[in-house]
């Protein structure tokens, strides 16, 4: 059965597309048929992170449309199998994505393409754009970074995923979300300068999926165009890793979220 | 933090700041969702007719459909300053 997953946040910078990638590369490894859309429509971006904005020939928009057919949109990995990626058109025109348009694509990815998975790469805000990444997804992984306005957006994100999925539409209740914090620094959070993971789980209340630490390392991946996850001796590839097991329903305790315990050198005389 | 920070009376942090500032707003966005579309609109133009008597701060209105079996009732909520 193929499930669509909503990667969404309200807020944008805050790590929708890395996570994406993150999320669809980890599936993939994993053995699962994936494909990951970026629905940023107008701003394309998910094919820089992946690594494959030289192959982009056809896009979402284009599927839609019928100038293309789903197989000829693909654009397939290079290194890791299973793995598919569907660039978002740069049109500017808003309007291009239209409710039965998005519904063909998913189906053929469905019925046509045999998917595992489909992850939806959400633009920001909580306009259309939005509302079509998240109508028809089965699951959702909101990503929030430790930050007043972030968490806010996160919020009102939830309460749009309970009413206004196909799911909520049709009386299924709520899909199944979860949290996946990014960015998070535990000195930060030490010297009191930044939300904790417990405080932003009690104020949102929702599972929590993952912490993904600020990193160096992601950078290090956009640059390059490799997921994150794939660069394996890191913390947010770690961290990443873990969460995408978590995703397919392992318990791990949540790493990178204390700082190392200095000595009582350090406690004394520590900053 | 250094054994200095142990000595020196608790001091509320930035982000303790956050939580707290966080919690009251979720908690007034929440409690107005899933209302009817008409609902921020409605607190709007009530805010603005108060105003034209009355000097408030754009909190003062404060609007919330409860569903209570077989009926909604619209609750209207409206703080005055204190030396009005
Ligand atoms: N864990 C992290 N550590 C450091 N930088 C990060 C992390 N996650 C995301 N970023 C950076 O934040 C920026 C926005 O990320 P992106 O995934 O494009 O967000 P969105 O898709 O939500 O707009 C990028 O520059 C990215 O490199
Ligand atoms: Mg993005």
Redesign the pocket.
Known sequence: MTKIVVVT?GK????????SAALATGLALRGFKTTVIDFDVGLR?LDL?MGCERRVVYDLVNVINGDANIKQALIKDKRVDNLFILPASQTRDKDALTQDGVEKVLNALRDDMQMDYIIC?SP?GIEKGALMAAYFADEAVV?TNPEVSSVRDSDRIIGILASKTRHAEQGDGDIPSRLLL??YSPERVEKGEMLSVQDVQEILAIELLGV?????A??NA?NAGSPVVLDTQSD?GQAYADAVARFLGDELPHRFVTLNKKGLFGRLFGG | MSIFSYLLPKKQTSASVAKERLQIIVARERSSRGGPDYLPQLQEELLMVVRKYVPVGQDAVNVQVDRESGCDILELNITLPEDS
């Open positions: 946040s944008g910078g805050v790590g929708k597309t890395t996570t971006n992170i790469d920001a990503v990014t960015r993904i630490p600020e990193s160096q992601v950078l956009s947010a």
